[in-house]
């Protein structure tokens, strides 16, 4: 039996769960791939084959179109309000079941159930927040400047979206996307990553037990995404592309739906700097600093990705850090115990070796961490290093690990040029005491949100996104969210 099949069934809080089947999720139906092929799901903790998922086919993929195309009129037309009511159940079933869930991401993903848990709380908010706004999308009425008619603008459903999430957020990056969408009144085909699909085909069980009709929400893996996913892009019903992942796949992606002029929402790579000023409460710029950096064991977009500290506080920050981090537990994700759990591949822990090793021989000095180690799983253990030169790759590059690389700097016009010296734009992290530095350095930092004195920025209620090679739209807020997924319609009436 598939591990998340018994993890689910075990559980006495999970009815509606045993629908849950070993199969491809297409029109509310669990069925096989088109060529029986399957893909090997690993634990990341033990390297241990936990499962095996289907293999999506192109021809699979086009099931899942015609299963959108087919649920599209009558999900478009359900009213507002039992939209909501789904959502708000979606909301509530994932709250009810959180421990389970956030297991199966553990699981899967390797994070550590504290994290995991922390992801299902984030998730589900996407549920709820989604469920109040769908009730509130409006239009505009005005009368035009000639006077000659009036001016009426509809906001309507974009159409059959493609959403493309990535492995370090298996549940968070798919509700981000999901919740709008069917708030808008779209429907969806969801391809996640084929390192944790566990918990996105539980999620779909989950969601038709909260009243998501048939072919609304549709679910496919596959290992081979490129032919995949361009072919639904080919298809003229398919009129939404939302993406989270690397800049790199992302603009093979925009090619792709370029040709087919399909709209596209991208959040893509991130390099933020966090910056801590001479005046900032260096026990608070510590704390922050291990949630910016830690948060997922640093495989997060929005992850702390250069640490700046200025001269002052640079070397009393630099062993605050360095005690904090050596003092982590590190172990298997599912482990209550554990705080910093293994890296999603072996691929992935030789990306952090390199990028340490490259620091190392430019100069940088290792406080603790800084190795490796032979242990069975993906496990790369929690660092710090001081005096990272400019020139190091990992000040260019996302490390998506547990390595806190620590510089310099004197002057504020100093660090806010090297702060946007990077081709990326998510996040950005400041700490001082004074607001008006704080305010003006977030104002001329380059960055789709800023957080100022805090190591944490998502949340449902504020758009998610970032500018330059970051990525392009936003995700969440009052109304951006929603607004990704819709097109306006504008009516010249007479008066």
């Not at 990028?355 to 993906?378: I, M, Q, W």
């Not at 944490?456 to 504020?462: F, G, R, T, W």
Request: glycine fraction near 8%; hydrophobic fraction near 45%.
């Amino acid at each position: 039996m598939n591990i998340s099949h018994q993890l689910l069934e075990d559980d006495q809080d999970t009815a509606g769960f045993h629908r849950f089947s070993h199969g491809l999720y297409i029109a509310g139906q669990w069925r096989q791939s088109a060529d029986g092929r399957e893909i090997q799901v690993v634990d990341p903790s033990t390297e241990a084959v936990i499962a095996a998922v289907p293999d999506a086919t192109i021809e699979d993929a086009a099931a899942a179109v015609e299963a959108a195309a087919k649920a599209a009129d009558g999900w478009r037309t359900t009213a507002p309000r039992k939209r909501s009511e789904i959502l708000r159940n979606c909301f509530d079933l994932m709250t009810q079941r959180c421990e389970t869930l956030a297991t199966l991401i553990s699981l899967e993903n390797g994070k550590a159930l504290r994290d995991a848990r922390g992801e299902i709380a984030y998730a589900a908010e996407f549920f709820r927040w989604n469920a109040e706004e769908a009730v509130r999308i409006t239009g505009e009425f005005g009368m035009a400047p000639s006077g000659a008619n009036r001016i009426v603008v509809d906001y309507e459903p974009i159409g059959i979206c493609v959403l493309v999430t990535p492995w370090n957020f298996p549940a968070a990056m798919a509700t981000r996307k999901i919740a709008p969408a069917l708030a808008a009144g779209c429907t969806v085909i969801l391809k996640p990553a084929s390192e944790t699909p566990l918990t996105a085909y539980a999620l779909a069980a989950l969601y038709e037990e909260a009243g998501v009709p048939p072919g609304v929400v549709n679910v496919l893996t596959t290992s081979n995404p490129s032919p995949v996913t361009a072919a639904m892009l080919a298809d003229p019903r398919v009129r939404k592309l939302s993406f989270t992942g690397s800049t790199g796949v992302g603009r093979v992606l925009l090619a792709e739906a370029a040709k087919h002029v399909v709209s596209c929402s991208m959040e893509l790579g991130g390099n933020a700097p966090f910056l801590v000023f001479d005046d900032a409460d260096l026990d608070a710029a510590v704390d922050g600093a291990m949630v910016a950096k830690m948060r997922n064991a640093g495989e997060a977009c929005t992850a702390a990705n250069r640490l700046y500290v200025q001269s002052g506080v640079y070397d009393a920050f630099c062993e605050s850090l360095a005690r904090r981090m050596s003092a982590l537990k590190i172990g298997a994700g599912t482990d209550a115990a554990t705080e910093c759990g293994p890296m999603i591949t072996r691929k992935a822990v030789d990306k952090i070796d390199r990028l340490v090793n490259d620091a190392v021989a430019r100069g940088a000095r290792v406080l603790c961490g800084g190795k490796a180690g032979s242990e069975t799983g993906y496990y790369y253990p929690p660092t710090v290093l001081c005096d990272v030169p400019a020139e190091a790759e990992m000040a260019h590059e996302e490390i998506f690990g547990p390595v806190a690389p620590i510089s310099r700097f004197e002057t504020e016009a100093e660090i806010i040029a090297r702060a946007n010296d990077t081709e990326y734009g998510l996040a950005a992290y400041i700490y001082t005491r004074d607001l008006a530095r704080g305010m003006r350095v977030a104002s001329r930092i380059e960055a789709g949100m800023v957080a100022l004195n805090r190591g944490l920025m998502s949340d449902p209620a504020a758009p998610f996104g970032g500018v330059k090679q970051s990525g392009l739209g936003r995700e969440g807020g009052q109304h951006h969210g929603i607004a990704e997924f819709m097109e306006a319609k504008y009516l010249a009436i007479n008066v």
